[in-house]
């Protein structure tokens, strides 16, 4: 097998890449952030049922970060409610929201019904393009996926290379446990829709009411082959040392 380049970065050296792999939750995101005077780094959060826990520990470090949202048009109106709550609630002062332009999702969805024909179509039109947008404009991305979330998750690293873009991961060993010891010792509040019974939230017409304890996410695309919108897949790789970095 061909070995993979240690050095994906010219900004970000071998030693640093090799520091990161040893940290996690808060201290690897306080490490990570540490460096925005030289690297180009942002947020991403879909401002859903467990997002409080990492924009927690983002406004713990700097409020200003960017924090990068998108609105694909089919959200449930209580998440951009709650998005526009909690990153008050924080005091996150750079939210930014991101929405393909509606010329090209009427375009490619005239009758509202993609979601049905070709998730994963209506998916790329309206989450995968504007995301790969703002990509362009960063180095490094710091998101909220876990493994206990299963399914491509399962396996997940704290640090991912995916193109020219280093993935940050710092909930990746985060429990079910730990997210809600999170929210009650840090008093965040809850996306209003958990109490109805959504345990992941995504867009309106693909997400159902879900309490499996093993599988969060059971409720997304229910009765699909499909788990994920696509904006986490793009060619990920796990940075070779984390096979023996112990976490
Ligand atoms: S989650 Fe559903 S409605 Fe939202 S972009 Fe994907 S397929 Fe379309």
Request: aromatic share 6%.
């Amino acid at each position: 097998m061909t070995a993979q380049p240690k050095l994906i970065m010219p900004l970000v050296t071998d030693a640093t890449l090799d520091h990161w792999l040893n940290l996690h939750g808060l201290e690897l995101l306080a490490e990570v952030l540490s460096h925005s005077d030289s690297l180009r780094i942002a947020v991403t959060s879909s401002f859903g049922s467990e997002s409080a826990v990492l924009l927690d520990l983002v406004a713990q470090v700097n409020k200003a970060t960017p924090v990068i949202f998108v609105d694909t048009g089919r959200l449930f109106a209580a998440t951009t409610d709650y998005r526009d709550r909690l990153a008050e609630h924080l005091g996150l002062s750079n939210v930014q929201t991101l929405k393909a332009p509606d010329l090209m999702v009427k375009n490619a969805d005239p009758d509202g019904t993609l979601f049905e024909t070709d998730p994963d179509a209506c998916c790329h039109v309206r989450k995968v393009m504007p995301y790969a947008q703002a990509l362009s404009k960063f180095d490094v991305l710091i998101g909220g996926r876990k493994r206990h979330h299963g399914d491509e998750r399962s396996k997940l690293e704290t640090v991912e290379l995916s193109g020219p873009h280093i993935k940050v991961n710092p909930l990746a060993h985060f429990s079910a446990e730990d997210i809600r010891t999170a929210f009650s010792t840090r008093n965040l509040p809850p996306h209003p829709l958990v109490q109805e019974g959504y345990s992941s939230l995504g867009c309106e017409p693909c997400t159902l009411k879900s309490c499996e304890v093993k599988n969060v996410r059971a409720g997304r695309w229910k009765g699909r082959k499909k788990t994920e919108c696509g904006i986490h897949f793009a060619d990920n790789r796990v940075y070779e040392s984390l096979t023996d970095s112990g976490l």
